[in-house]
Nanobody
Framework: QLQLVESGGGLVQPGGSLRLSCAAS????????IGWFRQAPGKEREAVSC????????NYADSVKGRFTISRDNGKNTVYLQMISLNPEDTAVYYC???????????????????WGQGTQVTVSS
């Protein structure tokens, strides 16, 4: 059974950092582009970042550029989202998703991702 599990969320003060992990079980992440998405209460889901299969291409939403870094360790079957300089607007449930449809690139569109994790809560508050 294909499964993605996010971890690393929590409560952090403004200006703080967190690293989210997206671990895969039941399949090898090497063959999938991975995206991170978030959804705040009362808001639509927002694409945050993505990384291609090889890790050679990444994309970021304007709202997180310069603060978030996506990376992958295919040997550990895990993708990471390092987040720094967090602010209250980053508060949301963060989801990772895998795409079997993207080859050599990734896109910031949830429609291209066909496997989703359950999410991890990130709360930025003093």
């Amino acid at each position: 059974q294909l499964q993605l599990v996010e971890s690393g969320g929590g409560l952090v003060q403004p200006g703080g950092s967190l690293r989210l992990s997206c671990a895969a079980s039941g399949f090898t992440l090497d063959y999938y582009a991975i995206g991170w998405f978030r959804q705040a209460p009362g808001k639509e889901r927002e694409a945050v970042s993505c990384i291609s299969r090889s890790g050679g291409r990444t994309n970021y939403a304007d709202s997180v550029k310069g603060r978030f870094t996506i990376s992958r360790d295919n040997g550990k079957n895990t993708v990471y989202l390092q987040m720094i300089s967090l602010n209250p607007e980053d508060t949301a449930v963060y989801y990772c998703a895998a795409s079997t449809r993207l080859f050599g690139l990734c896109v910031l569109s949830g429609y291209e991702y066909n496997y989703w994790g359950q999410g991890t809560q990130v709360t930025v508050s003093s």
